[in-house]
């Protein structure tokens, strides 16, 4: 059984930090990406990491902010979410599939959690 299962969200003052952490089983997978989705908002892409770690990719909002790692030995990815906004508030979701290539829109894939909550107090 396929399951991606976060844990990390939480309430944080601007300015602070957030670990979200993705532990996956049930298949291997070759691409995991962290998307959000605000209230209202469309489903966004936040940043991706090839399971190799050879690259990673992250939108542009959260350069230089945020860094997404994984623990190969725990199937676990990992989004470092530092230096938060406001702007940040969202339901995080972590996503998966068994492909290097494809896109980086919600519908490139069929494998994800069941979101966890991060809101960020101004």
């Known amino acids: 059984q396929v399951q991606l299962v976060e844990s990390g969200g939480g309430l944080v003052q601007a300015g602070g930090s957030l670990r979200l952490s993705c532990a996956a089983s049930?298949?291997?997978?070759?691409?995991v990406a962290w998307f959000r989705q605000a209230p209202g908002k469309e489903r966004e892409f936040v940043a991706a990491l090839n399971w190799s770690g050879a690259s990673t990719g992250f939108a542009d909002s959260v350069k230089g902010r945020f860094t997404i790692s994984r623990d190969n030995a725990k199937n676990t990815v990992y989004l470092q979410m530092n230096s938060l906004k406001p702007e940040d508030t969202a339901v995080y979701y972590c996503?998966?599939?068994?492909?290097?290539?494809?896109?980086?829109?919600?519908?490139?894939?069929?494998?994800w959690g069941q979101g966890t909550q991060v809101t960020v107090s101004s």
């Open positions: 996503a998966a599939r068994s492909t290097y290539s494809g896109s980086f829109t919600p519908m490139a894939f069929p494998y």
């Open positions: 049930g298949r291997t997978f070759y691409t």
